[in-house]
């Protein structure tokens, strides 16, 4: 069964504690991972697009890597403005007809105090 | 104004009412999607546009009629609503509606049935 398990569920960091959020995935085929941020009462915020193993993207202080297992989101030398969660959604070949279902996590809570 | 719009913010309605919710993009993109978020799951994807035609109804219950009267434009009209369709109600667009590329969405419709 196609899943995308997101860890850990929420992580509290202090301003400047670099730590990593993770996105494991099983599904039969990958057509691209994404991640987006997500402030309390708003609709998701888009971050990035990963589309093959090795493949990595940056902006500001966040950084994503992608595997043929899973994805990391690396947060370096977090603010509170990082305050928020995080979603990862993998998109997944569901037949030969190139047709395609987007399979979303649970995402993390992240808090960065000051 | 620039991106997806949602109004309104904050609807509050009885099981007998009927509303409608409605959703903007700015953003020349060709679909447009309506998803469902509660608490402690994922996203559920409820329907999905493309160029104003239905390709997607995830076993929506007949409660929740969407419509699409052009590109720029979809409405999700209720009625008859339970207690347990109170969520979060997100519209998003995006370039392609098979999900290839990442969707914009608005800040949410935050839908108490009481």
């Known amino acids: 069964e196609d899943q995308v398990t997101q860890s850990p569920e929420a992580l509290r960091l202090q301003e400047g504690e670099s730590s990593s959020l993770n996105c494991s995935y099983t599904v039969s085929g990958l057509r691209g991972l994404f991640w987006y941020r997500q402030d309390p009462g708003k609709g998701p915020e888009f971050l990035f697009t990963?589309?093959?193993?090795?493949e990595e993207k940056e902006k500001e202080r966040l950084k994503a890597t992608l595997t043929k297992k899973e994805s990391f989101l690396h947060i370096t030398a977090p603010k509170p403005e990082d305050s928020a969660t995080y979603l990862c959604?993998?998109?997944?070949?569901?037949?030969?007809?190139?047709?395609?279902?987007?399979?979303w996590g649970l995402g993390t809570s992240l808090a960065v105090n000051p | 104004e620039t991106g997806v719009t949602q109004t309104p913010r904050h609807l509050v309605m009885g099981m007998t009412n009927k509303k409608s919710l409605k959703c903007e993009q700015h953003l020349g993109h060709n679909a447009m999607y309506w998803y469902k978020q509660s608490a402690k799951k994922p996203l559920e994807l409820m329907f999905v546009y493309n160029f104003k035609e239905q390709t997607e109804n995830n076993s929506v219950p007949s409660r929740f009629s969407p419509e699409c009267p052009n590109s720029s434009h979809l409405f999700l009209h209720l009625h008859t609503l339970q207690p347990e369709d109170s969520a979060l109600y997100l519209c998003a667009s995006s370039q392609d509606h098979r999900g290839g590329t990442e969707a914009f969405f608005g800040q949410g419709t935050r839908l108490t049935v009481v």
């Open positions: 990963l589309y093959s193993a090795g």
């Open positions: 959604a993998v998109q997944a070949l569901i037949d030969a007809g190139n047709n395609r279902k987007l399979i």
